[in-house]
């Protein structure tokens, strides 16, 4: 597709159990970031992915959040234990390069909407 | 610390309205800033982006401007329609390596018929 995907787009859960969130950058992108939005907050930070350099994990908020990146494509993000904490929107971005400059726009996914009961 | 605060945090007006946004940042280095547009359930989507040297930069009806000295932005949007309702994102982007990005916590416009 031409832009990011998400999946799945909503995803409701129990405290304690394990969820697999997936992210498809648009092709090409070598960057790809994580964030979370809780209800009418603005958007943290988790992790990103650059080409084939070890990733920054310092957004991750606690050992229960981890991801990975699959041959520089595809990435998925994993909560172990999930807390209702955790409910949120998450969301995924790619870029052409490390973002934020003038031609490395970011382009979001509409994100995965977790629910922990 | 990086900090990017924006206000109102919340704004309702009248369709046809024009109304302003507010964005101050204390981001450093600065590098650029970015407006982003986020409808209920997508994803955010860039409007617009300025550097340090750029005061001024128009989408439309959407116009931003940015005062790199007193460290503020603000976006200014004209004639409102029912579509404008979302929430509007202030990022500033600095030049230290490593994740660059600063989000705003957002500014949500409701527009009424």
């Known amino acids: 597709g031409a832009g990011v995907s998400q999946s799945p787009s909503n995803k409701v859960t129990e405290k304690g159990k394990d969820v697999e969130l997936r992210c498809d950058p648009i092709?090409?992108?070598?960057?790809l970031y994580w964030y979370r939005q809780s209800l009418g907050q603005g958007l943290e930070f988790l992790i990103y992915?650059?080409?084939?350099?070890?990733?920054?994990k310092s957004g991750l908020p606690s050992d229960r959040f981890s991801a990975e990146r699959t041959g520089g494509s595809v990435s998925t993000l994993t909560i172990q234990r999930t807390q209702q904490e955790d409910s949120a929107v998450y969301l995924c971005?790619?870029?052409?390069?490390?973002?934020?400059?003038?031609?490395?726009?970011?382009?979001f996914g509409p994100g995965t909407r977790l629910t922990v009961l | 610390k990086n900090q990017v605060e924006q206000s109102p945090q919340s704004l309702i007006i009248l369709e046809g309205k024009n109304c302003t946004l507010q964005?101050?940042?204390?981001?450093?280095?600065?590098?650029?800033l970015r407006w982003y547009k986020q409808d209920t359930g997508r994803g955010p989507v860039s409007l617009t982006i300025?550097?340090?040297?750029?005061n001024t930069k128009s989408n439309g009806r959407y116009t931003a401007t940015l005062d790199a000295d007193t460290k503020q932005s603000s976006l200014h949007i004209t004639a409102s329609q029912l579509s404008d309702s979302a929430s509007y994102i202030c990022?500033?982007?600095?030049?230290?390596?490593?994740?660059?990005?600063?989000f705003g916590g957002g500014t949500r416009l409701m527009v009424k018929p």
């Open positions: 971005a790619s870029s052409k390069g490390l973002a934020g400059g003038l031609n490395n726009e970011q382009f």
């Open positions: 092709s090409g992108h070598t960057a």
């Open positions: 992915f650059q080409g084939n350099s070890a990733p920054d």
């Open positions: 964005c101050n940042y204390t981001v450093s280095p600065f590098s650029n």
């Open positions: 300025m550097t340090f040297s750029e």
């Open positions: 990022v500033v982007t600095n030049n230290n390596a490593g994740n660059m990005l600063t």
